[in-house]
């Protein structure tokens, strides 16, 4: 038995990653007392749904972004469906969005009973281009969902907003990835009608628990927005809002993103350092790192290309290091759709899928354990 348990102890231990994807540890260990104190003042307070901790965490990061007005939800796939959802999306209409993104935008489109139209992107920067939202724009989608993937701003996003109101089509920003990412000195999720934001515990401003929030500059949708989190009330038990549910954020979510968010910017800074060692130092002539590191990337996701990434995957398992694959199956070739999308070819889309892998990076990554991964990938020669 003693045998057996040492041998358990060995192999959990093999199993055990030392270098992690991401890292929550030492974010709540250093803040752990500022955390307990903010719970502990939600809990004396006795609210703790959508109460003063949601308003002022709102107020706040709608200030940061420069937006009129933040909604908070219950998370990043509920805010882009109530953001479709205050577009007047319903069922039969159809709505762009890419593939390669984790289908959370293709979930909250089918959870509306609407048709998702699926755009490519661009193979060295992961993410969509105008070419492709005009494509989209010409087969009759009603609305654009773009997604700025890894934590990269669309370069071509306000083109990309003006192309969509000039033919009368609601853009929708997926921010899920790109919490203070910034084009010419803009906030991603300031250049459509609305904007979605998750703040899943390791996006670059992550709760302790689930939330997301709509960002908009629209009171209109606004409204509708709030009144789709909340049953469709318009006032208190008044439901005039049809589509509507419950999607709230909780008052201590509210309060624990109110102490992260004054660290956004320096926590995206320390993420593009470690994004910058690995593009600079990363020297494998069977890997291609992503280039010109700037501020409309925020390093959300490390990501790297390479022909033999399944290998590489081994090769870093092998020494200890997580990796993953961001993400392993394009959204048409989920076998939920069976062979309805067997003739569409995503060719970037479907190539990259096979190609990609994400390397550990969270801004508290020890710099012994960037070195560690940098070396590591140097040294792989299968
Ligand atoms: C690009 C993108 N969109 C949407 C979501 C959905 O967010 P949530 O997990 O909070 O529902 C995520 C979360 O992982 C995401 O990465």
Not at 200 to 207: F, Q, S
Not at 334 to 343: C, E, N, R, S, W
């Given at each position: 038995m003693l045998v057996f348990k040492i041998l358990l102890c060995f192999f959990e231990t093999v199993k055990t990653m030392s270098i992690l994807l991401n890292n929550l540890t030492s974010k709540i260990t250093e803040n752990k007392t500022v955390i307990l104190d903010s719970i502990e003042k939600v809990l004396s307070s006795g609210w703790v749904i959508l109460g003063p901790e949601v308003k002022k965490f709102e107020e706040a990061f709608a200030c940061y972004l420069g937006a009129k007005y933040c909604i908070g939800v219950a998370n990043g796939t509920d805010a882009i469906e109530l953001a479709l959802k205050s577009f007047d999306?319903?069922?039969s209409d159809m709505v762009a969005t890419v593939a390669n993104a984790g289908a959370y935008t293709t979930n909250a489109i089918l959870a509306i009973g609407a048709k998702p139209f699926f755009l490519d992107v661009n193979s060295e920067t992961f993410n969509t281009t105008i070419d492709e939202v005009f494509r989209a724009i010409k087969a009759g989608v009603k609305a654009v969902v773009v997604t700025h993937l890894y934590g990269l701003a669309i370069q071509e996003i306000e083109e990309i907003a003006k192309l969509c109101s000039k033919h009368s089509i609601y853009l929708l920003e997926d921010c899920a990835q790109s919490h203070g990412a910034k084009v010419n000195n803009k906030f991603t999720g300031t250049f459509g009608d609305a904007a979605a934001f998750s703040f899943?515990?390791?996006?670059?401003?992550?709760?302790l628990g689930d939330g997301g929030a709509v960002v908009t500059n629209n009171a209109e949708i606004a409204t509708k927005v709030r009144g789709l989190r909340q049953y469709g009330w318009t006032t208190k038990y008044r439901i005039e809002i049809s589509g509507a549910r419950n999607s709230r954020l909780d008052e201590m979510q509210a309060a624990i993103l109110q102490i992260f968010l004054p660290n956004l910017d320096l926590m995206n800074e320390k993420r593009r350092q470690i994004a910058k060692r690995y593009s600079n130092e990363i020297k494998n002539t069977l890997v291609v790192t992503p280039k010109n590191i700037a501020e409309n990337y925020i390093a959300h996701l490390y990501v790297i290309k390479s022909k033999q990434r399944n290998a590489l995957k081994e090769s870093l398992k092998s020494k200890q290091i997580a990796s993953e694959i961001h993400y392993p199956i394009p959204d048409h070739r989920?076998?939920?759709?069976?062979?309805?999308?067997?003739?569409?070819?995503?060719k970037n889309t479907e190539e990259l899928s096979n190609i990609i892998l994400t390397l550990p990076c969270y801004p508290e990554m020890p710099e012994k354990d960037v070195e560690k991964v940098i070396v590591t990938v140097n040294e792989w020669n299968p």
């Open positions: 999306i319903s069922k899943y515990p390791t996006k670059n401003l992550g709760a989920q076998p939920l759709f069976g062979t309805q999308y067997k003739d569409l070819i995503l």
